[in-house]
């Protein structure tokens, strides 16, 4: 369980006590427990499987892949993977590979809903990029129509492992993932992924200096 849905789910527990302390009417109750039961259950955190071969990048989120595709940029061509995470997905973020924290920033914008493609340039965003196993892999934490705040822990210069739990965003929202063009992507447009388990694409797997000779 995230912090938050104590927070909620406790504070909303104590607001049904003292309106049925007040009224002495139970049915006063009644949505604030519902709703205190919908933050304990939205703020859920479940232990994951994470894959451990070498090369791998897993989902840095719960949700439905939306878009594969190749993309431009100051540094070459990149291949992006989308993932939409409504307000019924776990929304814990977790790293898609082990390596070192190169560069997180965060960037305020607008709230677009996370379907259009447009909220990936222009809603508010975490980017976050990490360095390790041979390459380099970004990812963003994209804020959607409901959610309003992106929560990341870990600092730039941290390392970090893969699946480990590194933040959320609150309520629904948008990961993608920014791999390199030689990346084989493992996952098609409409397919379901789970945080930290589902592998997303593979590295090609590196011939060591010699072999074969």
Not at 82 to 90: E, G, W
């Amino acid at each position: 369980m995230v912090r938050d849905g104590y927070i909620y789910g406790f504070s909303l527990l104590a607001v049904a006590a003292l309106l049925v302390w007040f009224t002495g009417d139970w049915a006063w109750c009644v949505a604030p427990v519902l709703l205190a039961a919908f933050f304990l259950w939205f703020f859920r955190d479940p232990q994951r499987t994470i894959p451990t071969a070498p090369g791998l990048v897993v989902s840095p989120g719960d949700g439905k892949v939306t878009e594969t595709v190749t993309i431009s940029t100051p540094d070459g061509p990149r291949q992006r993977i989308s993932i939409f995470l409504s307000v019924f997905n776990v929304h814990v973020n977790r790293s898609p590979i082990a390596g070192k924290l190169t560069r997180v920033l965060y960037t305020k914008g607008q709230y677009l809903n996370a379907m259009n493609p447009a909220s990936a340039d222009k809603n508010e965003q975490n980017a976050v990029t990490v360095q390790g196993e041979g390459f380099e892999v970004t990812f963003k934490q994209i804020a959607g129509l409901l959610a309003r705040r992106i929560v990341f822990n870990p600092s730039e210069g941290d390392r970090v492992e893969r699946g480990q739990r590194v933040g959320l965003i609150k309520f629904g929202s948008r990961v993608d993932v920014i791999l390199p063009a030689e990346a084989t992507i493992k996952v098609k447009v409409g397919q379901t992924v789970q945080g930290g388990a589902s592998i997303l694409a593979a590295m090609p797997t590196q011939t060591p200096p010699g072999a074969g000779q």
